[in-house]
């Protein structure tokens, strides 16, 4: 099964508001509200920061919000702040019983 | 607070095996599944297997499906991955993910890092 589409890169000013798509298909994406996205700095391991399509974890920001529409799930993140800098993985549950995950964006602060 | 904290990489032989384990503390073990996600050097996340809470249903990402075995041990509140007829394309750092709802990876270990060369 192929990964899930994002967009390579994305960047945005501090202040900003910024969105990634993740794109899949009507067996994965599409079939269920089971997308996640992580978060990853360099050297460390990923961090969970939403789940279920839109939920966020204890502790994690509410200026990242998460939402889907058909096949295509997006992740926002308003107010930018240099930190925000990471990159960034979408993935979901398949009806094939699976995980499957995006090909991750880096996010600049410019 | 929960940690995991894996264990077992290595280097090893195109064609040879490694049993990866991952310990976990601070959390009931048996309430949540498990799975095992590989990151290679300079890319992407990749999912490769989960179990569930009890242990009755495994799953397996394509590229690994008859080569790697999940398990659980709940009496040790372990997780292991049985990696046999490895492959350069094995090579990655492997973590142990906790899942708390389909595919929703709340807390991970640090990684061990398995590189498969010939």
């Known amino acids: 099964q192929s990964a899930l589409t994002q967009p390579a890169s994305v960047s945005g000013s501090p202040g900003q508001s910024i969105t990634i798509s993740c794109t899949g298909s009507?067996?994965?994406?599409?079939?269920?509200?089971?997308v996640s996205w992580y978060q990853q700095y360099p050297g460390k391991a990923p961090k969970l920061v939403i789940y279920s399509v839109s939920n966020r974890p204890s502790g994690v920001s509410n200026r990242f919000s998460g939402s889907k529409s058909g096949n295509t799930a997006s992740l926002t993140i308003s107010g930018l702040q240099a930190e925000d800098e990471a990159d960034y993985y979408c993935s979901s549950y398949t009806t094939s019983n699976l995980g499957i995950f995006g090909g991750g964006t880096k996010l600049t602060v410019l | 607070e929960v940690q995991l904290v894996e264990s077992g990489g290595g280097v090893v032989r195109t064609g040879g095996s490694l049993r990866l384990s991952c310990g976990a503390s601070?959390?009931?073990?048996?309430?949540?599944?498990m799975s095992w996600v590989r990151q290679s050097p300079g890319r992407g996340l990749e999912w490769v297997s989960g179990?569930?809470?009890?242990?009755?249903?495994?799953s397996y990402a394509d590229s690994v499906r008859g080569r790697f075995t999940i398990s659980r041990d709940d009496a040790k509140h372990s997780l292991h991955l049985q990696m046999s007829s490895l492959r350069a394309e094995d090579t990655a750092l492997y973590y142990c993910?906790?899942?708390?709802?389909?595919?929703?990876?709340?807390?991970w270990g640090q990684g061990t890092m398995v590189t498969v060369s010939s």
């Open positions: 993910v906790r899942d708390i709802d389909y595919i929703a990876l709340d807390s």
């Open positions: 601070g959390y009931t073990f048996t309430n949540h599944g």
């Open positions: 179990i569930s809470w009890n242990g009755d249903s495994t």
């Open positions: 009507s067996r994965d994406v599409g079939a269920y509200n089971y």
